[in-house]
């Protein structure tokens, strides 16, 4: 028995739940785990989250974020129990319908889901900010680093030098002058693997959300990015389309600044998440995330193609490497 299970078990001894049966549920990138708890008597099912914070996880930001989600009438899980010293949540067990899931076996109701996400959306646009820290222009391009000090470096074995030194204050700049203004809570990993459709709840509660956890305050286009330029799933153009109307036309904002936000904002999740997969096989082992990074790239590509891009654009596409399969073959851990 690991510390951990053993930590689980005493957990799990000061709950309902002790005698329940436990199988193991599909993890993310970082290093919490998942198991479902099923009551042998009534067949109830919840959630156990192991988050060792010796491994630089806490549960505390999770259940801050949820607490307030529910606050707002949204679908975050409850928590039933929690031990933040040891790294232990007892979660509401949402269901297994994520978005990418349900699409995958029938896209019928594809514009519905979409539609349910983006009220989810509007929701937090009006709901009361929450004390959390900025996702700023000068945070963000540092992330947007990545691609540089990680993607770059695992293929070409530097981080491009000069052209790396001129990006971040240039991106920097480009981030200042186009997203100010208004901020709303940025859940920052809100897509189609994270989502799980709710059919017998009403409005934006028939969205299950997961991975909050890091959530901080940004752009309202932020999120809508992530949706709708989803890496994992192709997402058609009518509904890219068709959302990013309903969101502008439902929160009032100006349809230009936004749409320039929108491209802006793509462009910093791109590069951060080409950063953040080639780190992930290249530090962590995890060499599955490179089969992602072609769509990535492609995303990046099309919004590098917005005006208010064009200061990095030419450098950027000069200075990373295309995702070519010999390039991702360089990325694979020995």
């Known amino acids: 028995m690991t510390d951990r299970t053993a930590l689980a078990d ?26 479902r708890l099923t009551d042998p008597a009534t067949g109830q099912t919840a959630v156990l989250m192991d988050a060792p914070p010796d491994r630089g996880e806490d549960v505390r930001p999770f259940t801050a974020i949820a607490h307030y989600l529910r606050d707002q009438g949204l679908s975050a899980p409850q928590i039933l129990a929690e031990d933040a010293e040891t790294g232990f ?30 009220q989810v959306l509007i929701t937090l646009f009006d709901a009361p900010l ?17 691609a540089f000090s990680k993607y770059r470096m695992g293929i070409a074995g530097d981080d491009g030098g000069a052209a790396f030194a001129r990006f971040l204050p240039r991106f920097e700049d480009v981030l200042r002058q186009t997203t100010g203004g ?29 991975d909050f956890q890091d959530a901080m305050l940004g752009h309202p286009a932020y999120d809508l990015v992530s949706l ?29 600044a936004f749409r320039t936000a929108y491209a802006v904002l793509g462009a910093q999740r791109n590069l951060r998440i080409l950063g953040v997969f080639a780190r992930l096989a ?52 020995a």
């Open 10 to 35: 005493s957990f799990l001894a000061t709950t309902d739940w002790s005698q329940a049966t436990r199988a193991p549920l599909a993890g993310d990138a970082s290093n919490r785990r998942y198991e």
């Open 89 to 118: 949540l007892l979660l509401e067990d949402l269901g297994d319908a994520l978005f990418a899931r349900v699409l995958a076996a029938d896209p019928t109701p594809e514009r519905q889901l979409y539609e349910a996400a983006t």
């Open 130 to 146: 929450p004390d959390l820290p900025s996702y700023g222009p000068h945070l963000m391009a540092g992330l947007s680093g990545l």
């Open 182 to 210: 208004r901020q709303v809570v940025a859940l920052r990993d809100y897509h189609a693997e994270n989502l799980i459709w709710l059919p017998d709840r009403a409005g934006p509660a028939r969205v299950g959300l997961l």
């Open 228 to 256: 709708l330029q989803d890496i994992r799933r192709d997402v058609p153009a009518g509904i890219e389309i068709a959302m990013t109307e309903l969101y502008i036309s439902a929160t009032g904002l100006d349809d230009h």
């Open 282 to 333: 290249t530090d962590y082992g995890k060499p599955h995330y490179l089969a992602l990074i072609p769509a990535v790239w492609a995303h990046l590509r099309r919004d590098l193609d917005h005006p208010a891009l064009a200061p990095v654009a030419e450098l950027l596409l000069e200075a990373l490497p295309a995702p070519t399969p010999e390039a991702l073959d360089r990325l694979r851990p």
